[in-house]
T-cell receptor, first 114, second 108 residues
Framework: SAVISQKPSRDICQRGTSLTIQCQVDSQVTMMFWYRQQPGQSLTLIATANQGSEATYESGFVIDKFPISRPNLTFSTLTVSNMSPEDSSIYLC???????????FGPGTRLLVL | KNEVEQSPQNLTAQEGEFITINCSYSVGISALHWLQQHPGGGIVSLFMLSSGKKKHGRLIATINIQEKHSSLHITASHPRDSAVYICAGETSGSRLTFGEGTQLTVNP
């Protein structure tokens, strides 16, 4: 299993600013994922972050808006840049452990942009 | 059209009832995950299915690959089962595509 922590757990930000969300895992993992859950909706994959390579973004998400770092096998950051109220969401990271069927999710970061 | 579709969107049951949530998915999905999201937002993985049936406690998940359909059943439902249940299809690279979720409320 894996224990995942995220920082911050929640934040309120002004439009036009940027927020960096951290995701820390208690074991080394190859694949990490960043998701967004807008109010009242289900999750949407933003990007896959693999250590040692650039993140792979899903359709509708771009690196300039959501830059991702993956400096090692236990840590990743997602930055939400130049925020607008439409970015108000829960942002979650998850990991896929080799040899295990399930994915493990972080507790999420609740972001409100005013 | 979403690759993963769930029904019903909302479900209210009385304690003790048998509950079924359905999920249909499209071509290209190699496995189906069932997740539980509690009001605080935390997500727990319940099952991953690529064939057959799995059981864990009062939860049972089945999948029919030919029909591209999966079901999550809860036996002897309890108010603590109240949560959002989400099915998600896995595609290449372990990427997940999520259904809209089913809000389950179990009343005492």
């Amino acid at each position: 299993s894996a224990v995942i922590s995220q920082k911050p757990s929640r934040d309120i930000c002004q439009r036009g600013t940027s927020l960096t969300i951290q995701c820390q895992v208690d074991s080394q993992v190859t694949m990490m994922f960043w998701y967004r859950q807008q109010p009242g909706q289900s999750l949407t994959l933003i990007a896959t972050a693999n250590q040692g390579s650039e993140a792979t973004y899903e359709s509708g998400f771009v690196i300039d808006k959501f830059p991702i770092s993956r400096p090692n096998l236990t840590f990743s950051t997602l930055t939400v840049s130049n925020m607008s109220p439409e970015d108000s969401s829960i942002y979650l990271c998850s990991v896929d452990l080799a040899g295990e069927e399930t994915q493990y999710f972080g507790p999420g970061t609740r972001l409100l942009v005013l | 059209k979403n690759e993963v579709e769930q029904s019903p969107q909302n479900l209210t049951a009385q304690e003790g009832e048998f509950i079924t949530i359905n999920c249909s998915y499209s071509v290209g999905i190699s496995a189906l995950h069932w997740l539980q999201q509690h009001p605080g937002g935390g997500i727990v993985s319940l099952f991953m299915l690529s064939s057959g049936k799995k059981k864990h406690g009062r939860l049972i998940a089945t999948i029919n690959i030919q029909e591209k359909h999966s079901s999550l059943h809860i036996t002897a439902s309890h108010p603590r089962d109240s949560a959002v249940y989400i099915c998600a299809g896995e595609t290449s690279g372990s990427r997940l595509t999520f259904g809209e979720g089913t809000q389950l409320t179990v009343n005492p």
